[in-house]
């Protein structure tokens, strides 16, 4: 084949060129862009991950604050049962709450022997 100047096979040639060396550009990019989005979707798949541990830790308090709920109900009850205890016999303390800041609890009298009189 001879080539002549002008010819429109050498045009197509270098045009052909110079698209191919624009495709293998666009190519490289998207390989780029290609491991961009395999280490996004690393990524997220981690995330999901940490998300689903993150929601096991909260059902696990959620369970562990509706005990400690009930808990602090029970406790309250049995504060309330002392307190009553304490109001219907007066000379037996279950409580420290009435003594006043300071003050000594009154000794408990022996058996045999009658309380002392203030």
């Known amino acids: 084949m001879v080539n002549l100047p002008g010819c429109v096979f050498e045009k197509i040639n270098d045009q052909l060129a110079v698209s191919n060396a624009g ?6 990019r998207l390989d780029r862009m290609l ?13 999901q991950a940490r998300l689903a541990a993150l929601e096991s830790i909260d ?5 562990i604050d509706a005990s400690l ?14 307190s009553n205890i304490d109001d219907a016999i007066p000379f037996l303390k279950f409580s420290a709450e009435k003594e ?4 000594q609890p009154a000794p408990t009298p022996a058996p045999d022997r009658p309380a002392p009189q203030p």
Do not use: F, W, Y
Request: hydrophobic content about 30%; glycine content about 2%.
């Open 23 to 28: 495709v293998a550009k666009v190519e490289a």
């Open 35 to 47: 491991e961009e989005v395999d280490e996004t979707n690393r990524r997220l798949e981690e995330t």
């Open 59 to 63: 059902r696990s308090l959620q369970s």
């Open 69 to 82: 709920k009930r808990l602090d109900d029970h406790l309250m009850s049995l504060r309330s049962t002392i």
């Open 100 to 103: 006043a800041p300071g003050q």
